[in-house]
């Protein structure tokens, strides 16, 4: 049977059981709030997590694109030097030579003929006559125009793990009269990886079009030069970015943030992923302390319930009883003994003894009334009986007399007090701006700021930070910073019109996605700008058509001033 039905029913069980079932009721909201909370925080971080694998695998796809763009641009500088295009091969090879220790991260540029036959280059490979028209790449620099990325392979020229970069170049005549190719070393890739960082138990893969891993972090050594499991080959050429979370081929299960073949112009796949592990042990061990602290107080609270149950109704219930018992055994000198200081129960007792000691007395009169009763009869009897002898007849009156008694008492109380305190330190407009923008957005030339740096009292500063923050989580997610053109401009101003100091910030948006109206209940936001300066200022939020626009005029009393 359920506490409920214990509480509804109220028989069957103890008075011990119900108290228990009472207070396990009274616990049900608390662990149902703490149990929600919990599930809303691990949703929050997995989100978070999330939304940093992705970050960590563009920011390497933008690392890449980079060192192809810049291969690309040396490639063209060099189709236009005059040795090259003059076929002068001792020239052309003076010149790649000196140009060599300049570029540490090729291993080789070289320029083929259109047979595919080394001509020259920075590197002289140790067989002149080295083929290389059977490349996939020199085909396809050959067959089309513009750059081409090849595939993983040990270069001929330098013998060395490569990623082959090529692009056709023409004489001064305008016809196509061979093909640079340069090499992108391999180890220095991976240098450069490692140099980015990872974070604990995460990851980094580059792989070409076929899968083949070209750099990797950790164990570079055991998966640089293979092929990406069949398992994860779909993500190559999937239709947009994504995150999944899965068990890396290493064995560790990771949130991954992947940028597929075809979001990538050079060609290339990248992951980046983050150890479940490591990125949900502070949620998990929080839940875990949350359902230890439930189980404590739930112990705590029934052990309470038991021992002060015990002394405070159990026993002195039990006292009354046995009291009673004694009373109906004909004891009548039984009492309970109860102060008020037992409560309500106790000053039951003392009412109950109180009606026993009337009982008593209200006996005695009795008896003695029916005693003088008795008397008075037997007098009256004799004097009929007189009279009667006295004059032959004469009535003779009669009495009787029957008292009764009744009386009840409950009660019941409970009480409960909760404390929340918080504080925090004041901060400047400047640094609430950076410490929300840096972390959400590393891209902060998309972001204008304009006003002179100010200081806010803590309680704004804090309501100041919620709002920008709730502001560039909706433009990252809804608004101008979630398009490639989108831009955001923050000003603020601050003026000193009488004795008070008002602060004026405009937050507005530019290029990002048509902006509609929200309809219906407001969310967080909304409600969170409502209320975050409430007391001392206005929050208004403007949905244009070039996107969203909140301004924010705050003012400050004489005591709170604004400090330039």
Known sequence: MTAFKLLRLGHG??????????????????VASVLYTTHQIDGLRRAEVAELAMQGARHAADETNRIISGVESLLL????????????????????????????????????????????????????????????????????????????????????????VALSFPNRAGAKAGVLVATIDLAWLGQVMRERGVPRDGSLTVADREGTIVAREPLPERFVGTKIPEAFRRLLNAGAAGVEEVRSQDGTKRVLGYVPVGSSPPGLYVSAGLSSQASFQAVSMAALYAVLMILAGAIGALCATWLVGSRAFIKPLERLNAVLTRWRNGERGARTELTAESGEIGVLGMQLDAMMDEIITTQAKRDLLSRELSHRVKNTLSTVQALAMATLNGPQPARDLLPEYLQRISA???????????????????????????????????????????????????????????????????????????????????????????????????????????????????RLMSRAFASAGTATLQFEPRGIVCRIVLRLTAGEQIAA
């Open 412 to 526: 019941l109380g409970r009480m409960h007090d909760v404390l929340l305190h918080d504080h925090w330190e004041s901060a400047s407009m400047l640094c609430a701006l950076d410490g929300v923008l840096r972390p959400l957005c590393p891209d902060l030339t998309r972001v204008r700021i304009s006003g002179e740096d100010c200081e806010l009292p803590p309680h704004h500063a804090l309501g100041m930070t919620m709002v920008l923050h709730d502001l560039t989580t909706n433009a990252l997610k809804h608004g101008a910073l979630s398009t490639p053109d989108g831009r955001i401009d923050i000003t603020w101003t601050v003026e000193c019109p009488g004795s008070d100091t008002v602060l004026d910030v405009t937050w507005r948006e530019h290029g990002g996605p048509p902006v509609r109206p929200v309809s219906g209940r407001k969310g967080f936001g909304m």
């Open 13 to 30: 069980a103890s008075l011990r059981t119900r108290l228990m079932a009472l207070a396990l009721v009274a616990l049900a909201p608390g």
């Open 77 to 164: 500088a060099v189709s236009h030097v005059p040795s090259v295009r003059d076929g002068d091969a001792e020239a052309c090879s003076v010149y790649l030579g000196d140009l060599g220790p300049n570029l540490p991260h090729l291993v080789a540029v070289s320029v083929l003929d259109l047979e595919g036959r080394w001509f020259c280059g920075s590197v002289r490979p140790a067989d002149p006559a080295v083929d290389l028209s059977d490349r996939s790449y020199f085909q396809e620099a050959l067959a089309h125009e513009g750059l081409v990325l090849g595939l993983y392979t040990a270069g001929r020229v330098s013998g060395r793990p490569i990623l082959p």
